[in-house]
């Protein structure tokens, strides 16, 4: 049975496509607890570069069982190997190697949340009337930002910020920021796993010879082994292939508010795990994210215009 010739019912389908932009936030979220785990036995392009292994690996058992379609044509290779170094290789580099450098947890998932403004305002000045940001979702923009700063305030000061981590995550920022406009704008719809092994081809190519300069001693522990393995199954083969699915169905201001989720989640995850403090600005970033991130994403009224109707028809046609 091939992946083509197999077809979910359409209400499993519908049920799943509703759930989708849930259960990508969810995983997504976990990517501060894995580092914290995992980062302490390992330099960060080391851990990477196993990861990027390990998930090509896992892909391409999936891929012949399935027996999976590959992407068609060298132009989608290259845009799916152009996605991979900025979404995998630049995007995770700059946000482990700034961690790891010094700089905190809570001030990296603040720049890094910058990234939905980013895109909105990219998209607003560049594309057009027809991909214009609507006002109602600007309000929901600044509610998220600011739901988000209230989150990571306490955070701040938590480590050391210098201008080599900064870079980092501005790097990063970035990275997932031009990675995200570049797959909706050229990756064509193709299958998920094969698109993600091309992407991880390149991002390997980029971060293994970056692993050989560090100096940091690889020792597979325990906790590096847990994280190791949730970051192949859970974040590669899970987050990142809905990532794919959601900038392929949706449009790309739509997709990038969901990160403003990540952090109120992380921090409510780290109170789990952790027993980390929730204060009662958190609670009211979360709040606010959360109205944000509503106002953003939900269903466009006829009160939007053309640029409501756009944005339907585009993601119908995904």
């Given amino acids: 049975m091939t992946g083509a010739s197999w077809r979910r019912p359409p209400a499993y389908e519908g049920a799943w496509l509703a759930a989708m932009p849930a259960v990508f936030v969810l995983i997504w979220s976990t990517g501060f607890v894995v580092a914290r785990y995992g980062m302490p036995h ?4 080391w851990f990477l570069a196993w990861r990027y292994v390990l998930s090509i690996g896992a892909f391409l058992v999936w891929i012949a069982i399935v027996r999976a379609a590959w992407p068609r044509g060298r132009a989608q290779w290259l845009h799916l190997a152009v996605t991979g170094v900025l979404m995998h290789a630049l995007y995770l580099g700059g946000i482990w190697g700034a961690v790891r450098s010094g700089i905190g947890a809570g001030t990296s998932a603040l720049v890094v949340g910058l990234q939905p403004v980013l895109t909105a305002i990219w998209v607003s000045a560049v594309q057009g009337n027809e991909h214009r940001v609507a006002p109602r979702q600007w309000f929901g923009l600044a509610l998220g ?22 870079v980092l995550c501005l790097m990063a920022l970035l990275a997932i920021t031009t990675g995200t406009l570049y797959q909706k704008r050229f990756v064509e719809p193709c299958d ?7 992407q991880l081809l390149a991002a390997l190519l980029v971060t293994a010879p970056l692993a050989w300069l560090e100096d940091a001693p690889f020792a597979w522990h ?6 190791m393995a949730w970051s ?15 900038i392929q169905r949706g449009a790309a201001t739509r ?3 969901l990160l403003y989720l990540v952090p109120p989640c992380t921090a409510l995850m780290a109170w789990l795990l ?16 959360a109205s944000g991130v509503w106002l953003v994403v939900r269903s466009p009224g ?4 053309g640029a409501g109707r756009a944005r339907e028809v585009s993601s119908r046609r995904l």
């Fill in 232 to 246: 192949v199954l859970g974040l590669t083969l899970g987050g990142s292939s809905l990532l794919f699915l959601l």
């Fill in 302 to 305: 006829p009160g939007l215009g």
């Fill in 222 to 227: 325990p906790e590096l082994i847990g994280a």
């Fill in 192 to 198: 998920v796993r094969t698109a993600n092994t091309v």
């Fill in 42 to 45: 390992a330099g960060p392009m």
């Fill in 274 to 289: 952790f027993d980390e403090a929730l204060g009662a600005l958190v609670l009211a970033g979360l709040a606010l994210t």
């Fill in 255 to 257: 997709v990038t508010s």
């Fill in 145 to 166: 930002l600011a739901g988000l700063t209230l989150v990571v305030w306490r955070k701040l000061g938590a480590g050391e910020v210098t201008a080599f981590n900064l």
